[in-house]
Each structure stands twice: as structure tokens, then as C-alpha cells.
């Protein structure tokens, strides 16, 4: 295991370097002159010339992202060059609504493994069909459609949750009271419903092949109990290949989560870079994704680990 | 039972055992029991029609149309699908500003300035198809190039471009197109560029992995014993095996352009007004909710959630039907 733990973090420490060195890239590819734009409006080119210099913006591209690679080290993401606030703290502001947001829609998510698991132990009954044909449907929905469509109904129409803002939290991101709860409804459904179309589809095709598996005849064989054999053996090795799709699928759910709060006006990353986009102000754009990005490395690090501990194929594996 | 009998049986056994259903007739005859990818497929050459149509005509259409016969034909446009011009502001169809209701003349509705929607839903599916095919043929195209080389060669180019592929997952997908988005700046063309660039990965890991599996098989021995070179074993003998997972990611890969493309419209970085775009449109209606345009939002809704869908359901039971593990 310790092996594989080294291993692992030795390709998180290629990939992260990678994904700042993209962003970083980014940054520096933004078409006009940020000496400049520091320097202000009426600045002289002397003036201009002397901010490039201090900001060691004259330097070679490998040093302007060694010294970038320590700013981010120390939490320091450069200021916006729009609004002239510290980058790092508007992320500090609004990664809390980001991530009740996630958490909650992974919580409705994990709905979609006991739906898979009903719909393969009784594949093409009425329930399957109608269960894989909706999941079908919802996967296709992009979240601001169904998002917009559940704040016309249940906010706007019938009147029933808030259909936008975001509640008081204690402890960072659980919701103080009922009525801030209200405020997660809607862009948590809209958000994990999605999800669960995703989940239950994957959790169905593994538990069907689980069960068609050569083991699974011989619990049969040897008399087991239908539960035993299906809670025991099957579902216990079908839910091991979901949780792993569940982790690469996070990805999909950050970035829903980034799009989601613009429908709910959530002031978490996701509304933080739209209002940047607008600006078209790159530094706060870079720094959510850089945000987000590093959230979704590190929540799919601790899948895997979890992965290789409970499944010793993989760890002892390639 | 005589024995002619038993021999045309034994013929016939025969000659079903020499002439097994080819890849594609079997993956045919499997996916029509699939309703839903039937109806995904029926989707699909749908839209294909529609945004050809509207792709090929629509310039000629509406430059006719703008110049003096308009008025001979009323608002009626003779011919072609969309029924009126799709960027024809017309004031008189939104009284107080918020558009108006569908009717027999306007399907469904108008907009804010009087825009028919069904017109500007129809001409929409001419960017969606671009989108599409466009960004998945650039991906395609770099998919299929590195990772086919990569897997076949393996040691240090494998490495390296594995390792590559590996950081590009690393981003939540709509962030990093974002991302090169915002770098670029909004627009059509753009859009191809950053869904077509960032899409290669997927098509690379994909083909990659089919290489290897195929790469040690005999008859590529065969090939390379009479002298065949590197190139030709990969484009001519191993890659043409090892395709159907490939086209479920094309199938899959056009669903997700063609919501991505929806998703940077509606965040305002992708296609710009006046154009006609689902995702455009989505986010032009949806200020306006609140007066009650359920129309403006829904239309262009259904016409993204269906094609969506189309790929999507099409793609999958493509993955089922082309599934050795799943053949009876």
C-alpha cells in the first residue's frame, strides 16, 4: 500500500504542476500589456518600464512561474485586474458555497446506486425501463435548463423555496437553519438529480455483469440465500467500479456546480468567474479553475486511495 | 427422415457457419432491439436534416428573401423551414417589450423584440451541427494521431503523452474550456478551437488503449513479416480493428460539443448576439421569466435536451451492441 501511496502522490505532484503551468500559460497569453494596465492610465513609459521591472515581469517565462508556483504555495493568487481586490480572498469568500453546494448534490448523488442495483436485478421490467430511459434523458439535460426550469416551477409558479441567494452557515458550509436550508433546495436537486441519472446507469451495467459472473452461480450453487448472494457477493464487488466513476464524474459536478450558482445567483466560484468573464478578467477566471481543479485532484486522490485499500488488484497491480 | 432432408440441413448449418454476420450487420441487428437508441438515432437524422437545411440554405434564403419579393410573399416565406426571417425585429409582436405568446402564426411565440422562436430554434441547429462535427473532427483528428502512435510505440513518447492526457483530465472539463475561452475571446470560431483542442484526450486514451490490445495479435505480425512499415500497421491493419469504441465516442463526443457549445452561449462567451443559439437563447429568456415567457425558455430547451439526448441514447446502445462481453 505504501507503495502505491507514493506512486500516486509522484503522478499528483506531475499533474498539478502541469495544470498551474497550463493556467500560468493562460495568464501570460491575455492579449495586452499588464505592466501597463498596473501602472495605471496616465502612467509615463518610464513609469511603465520601472512597475515591469519591480514586478519581475521582464523576467524569463521559467522564473515568472517559479515565482508563481511559490505566490500559489503561500496562497497568494495575484489581485484582479479588473477590480484591483486580492484574488485569494475572493476564493477564500466564496469556496464555502461551492462546496456545500457539491456536497450536498454528491449526498443525492449516492441515490443513484440502490436505483441501479433495482433496475439490474429486474433488467427490461417496467420499472428498468422507465428508470434507464429517464436517466437517459436527464444525463442529456445541461444543469442551467434544468435548473431554470425548476426555479420557473417551484419558485416562480408555485412559490414554495427562494429562488436565488444563499443562506447563513455555521461550521463553514451546514446550513444554520431551516431557512437557509431552503436557500440549497433547488440547486441541490437540480444539481444531483443529474447526478443520480448518471450514477444509476453506471451502478445498473456493473451489477448486471456482476450477477451474469461466474462466482455469483457458484454463491448459487453452494446454496447461499438470494440476499446473501446479492448484498454479499454481487452488489459489494458492483459498487467498488461506481465509486471510482463517481470520482472522475466530480469533475462534471464542479463544473455544474460553477454553472448552477449563476441560475441560483450563488455567490460561490461559480458566480465569481462569471462576473470575471464579463470583465474578461483572467487572473480571477484562472485562480476559480485553479480552485476547482485542485478540489477535484484531490477528491479523486482520496477515491483512488480508497479504492486500492478496499481492492488489492489495483494497488498490486501494473 | 430421408437423407436429402438432412443434408440441405446440414448445408444450411453449414452455410451459416461460414458466413458469420459481418461486424457492422451484427452490431445493426443487435442495436434494433435497442428502442432507445432507435429513437436516439431517429433524432439524430432529424437534426441532420434540419441543420443541413438550414445550413446550406439559410444564407441564399434570407439574402432573397431581405430584397424585393418579401412583400410579394407576405411574411410567408415559401420553401424552407424557417418560417420567418430569425433576426426580423419586429415591434408590433411584443407589445410591452417580454414578446408574446405562441399563436397559429408564431408556434412558438416571440421574444422580446418580436423574433419568431420557432425561426431562430431552426436556424440554431445549423450552429449546433457545426459545432459538432467540427469540434469532434479536430479532437478526432489529434486523438487519433497520438494516441494510436503512443500505444503502438509505448516507452518514453507513451509516457509522456499519457502524462499529458493525464493533466488535461485534471480539469473539470466546462472550467478549462472556460478557461482557453476567456483567453481567446467569445465567439463562433473560437468554440471549435477550445471544445476541438481540449476533446483529443478522450479519443487518444480511447484509441490507445484499443492499440495495445490489438498490437500483439497475429495477424499484425503477419503484416509486419512481410514488411509492412510502422505507419501502415497502425493506420491500415491495427486501427481499422479496433474502431468501435472510437465511434461510441465520436456519437457520445458530438452530445457533449453540442451542450458545451450550449453551456459557454448561455454563460455569454460563446456564440454572440444577434445569432441564433440554443444556449443563447436560453440565457436571452430567462431575465424575462419572471413575466411569465414560459415559450422563449422551453422551445430551445427541448430542441438542445433532444439532440442531446439523440447522441447520447444512440451512443450508448452503440456501446452496447458493439460489446463482446455483452453478446448472447
Redesign the interface.
Known sequence: MTSYIIRRLF?LV???L??TL??FT?LK???GDPARALAGKNATPQRIEYVRHERGLDRPFYVQYYKYLVALAHGDMGESLYTGRDVSEMVREAAPVTIQLAVAAVLIELLGIPLGVYSALRQYSFWDTTL??GA??L????V??LG??A??IFG?KLNWLPIGGVGDSVLWIIPSSWESFTYLILPALTLGLLGVAYISYMQRAAML?VIRSDYIRTARAKGLSERKVIWGHGFKNAVIPVMTIAGIDL??L???A??TE??FNRPGIGLM??H???A?D?AV??A??LF??FF??FANLLVDLGYAWVDPRVRLGD | MDARKTDEVVEERAEDAGKPLGLWADTWRRLQRNR?ALVGLGIILVFLCVGTVELVFYQAHWHVRSSADTRAVGNRAPGYLAPYDPNEVNYALTPIGVGSPPSWSHPFGTDYLGRDVLSRTLVATRIALLVGIIAVAIALTLGLILGPVSGYYGGAIDSVVM??A??F????????V???M??L?AGFQNVFIAIGVLGWATFARISRGQVLSVKSMEYVEAARAQGAGDVRIIFRHVLPNSMAPVYVAVAMGI?GAI?TE??LS????GVQPPNASW?LM?AES?GY??AGN?WW?LFP?LA??AT??G???FG?GLRDATDP?LKE
Open positions: 503522478q506531475i499533474v498539478l502541469g495544470v497550463i493556467t493562460m497569453l491575455v492579449p434507464t430511459t437517459l434523458i444525463w442529456g439535460i445541461p442551467f435548463v431554470y426550469f426555479m420557473y416562480l455483469e469533475g462534471a464542479i463544473g455544474g460553477i454553472i449563476t441560475v468567474i462569471y470575471a468573464i464579463g474578461r483572467v477566471i484562472a476559480g479553475v476547482a481543479t477535484f485532484v | 432507445v502524462r499529458i493525464d493533466i483530465f485534471a480539469f473539470p472539463y466546462i472550467l478549462f472556460l478557461l482557453i476567456s483567453v475571446g452530445g451542450a450550449a453551456a448561455y454563460l455569454g462567451i444556449g436560453i430567462v421569466l419572471a414560459w425558455l430547451s438542445l435536451v442531446v439526448f447522441f447520447i441514447s450508448n462481453k
